[in-house]
């Protein structure tokens, strides 16, 4: 008997339909379907999810001469069975991931434009006709830069204070409700459209926003217009990231329900290392950071060190490219 047969013959003596295994799965029907009709195979992680499913071995649903069920041994008292979502309870959190969109994209507009009054007042208080002090300039660009940084943490903390009982979702594996699937999916489709012409926005006004600070080089331009010109290029670039956050807060809430993307079992069992990678990372950011601006031969002006911040966001991708590859060479 071949795979297609045994999957066919469990599920139905299971009784559940084509739609219900695929639930149970986390996949289509339509995967269910070519599977059954030997048109496609399963990969080795459906194997094992089937072989749990079912309650059979893995060599059972793999080596056509086993014509007989072999049943797996019980499963230990020690390991619970997995956490169920809910319909409602997937409903209630992608509602929340919808309403937080919004909040989330302004904190990081708010974060990445916080320095931009700092060197706007530092710049102009090297010029005698703004009559601005460099102390002045110094203290209400600092003042504004913070205000603008805690409301974007409050903004972020208030956000992930309300979805803190669906922490699960990406931390450990789960099963969903019959239907849940189907339906995360559906709103993926419908969402589709949208989360393209975010990403595209965001992508071209990131591309952009490096156009002011050229146009001022190549016009020679005082050191006022070159501030103001790398000012503008963090607001075009905030309101290409806030493009991105908000278009991803909706698209992983319901990759997380789905378990894909980032969020696979194999993903989850490795957070734990890109958590600590992340951690250590930003720490040394920090540390440098603090001991250019403050250290012995730093001048003690923040102001002329954000750019360290800009350098290291930019190589945090590629660390973590880095981290990934090396995962991937691992397995």
């Not at 190549?218 to 217009?225: E, N, P, S, Y």
């Not at 031969?297 to 660390?319: D, T």
């Amino acid at each position: 008997m071949i795979l297609a047969d045994k999957i066919m013959t469990l599920r139905k003596k299971a009784g559940w339909s084509q739609e219900e295994l695929a639930a149970r799965l986390n996949i289509s029907r339509q995967s269910v379907s070519k599977w059954e009709g030997a048109q496609s195979i399963p990969d080795m992680d459906k194997v094992v999810q089937m072989s749990r499913l079912f309650g059979v071995t893995t060599d059972f649903l793999l080596k056509d001469e086993l014509e007989i069920e072999e049943h797996t041994q019980s499963e230990p008292m020690d390991e619970p069975p997995l956490r169920r979502v809910t319909m409602e309870e997937a409903s209630a959190y992608l509602a929340l991931r919808r309403a937080a969109a919004p909040k989330m994209a302004l904190a990081t507009f708010l974060c990445i434009i916080s320095p931009v009054a700092l060197l706007m007042l530092a710049a102009m208080s090297e010029v005698s006709r703004f009559g601005i002090s460099e102390n002045a300039a110094s203290g209400i660009g600092l003042c504004g830069l913070l205000v603008l940084v805690a409301i974007g943490v409050a903004l972020f903390l208030t956000c992930s204070a309300k979805v803190r009982d669906f922490a699960f979702l990406e931390e450990e594996p789960f099963e969903t409700e019959y239907g849940v699937s189907g339906m995360v999916k559906e709103r993926m489709q419908d969402f589709a459209g949208t989360y393209s012409w975010l990403n595209i926005t965001g992508t071209v006004l990131c591309i952009l926003s490096a156009v002011p600070l050229f146009v001022a080089m190549g016009l020679l331009a005082d050191d006022v217009i070159y501030v103001a010109a790398v000012s503008l290029l963090l607001m075009i670039a905030s309101i290409g990231c806030a493009a991105f956050v908000y278009g991803g807060t909706i698209q992983s809430a319901m990759d997380r329900l789905l378990e894909e993307g980032d969020y696979t079992r194999q993903q989850k069992s490795r957070r734990s290392i890109k958590g600590a990678v992340s951690t250590v990372y930003w720490l040394l950011v920090t540390a440098i950071f603090m001991w250019y601006t403050f250290g012995p031969s730093g001048n003690g002006q923040a102001r002329y060190s954000w750019f360290i911040w800009a350098i290291a966001g930019v190589l945090y991708a590629a660390v973590m490219a880095i981290v990934r590859l090396l995962e991937g060479r691992k397995r």
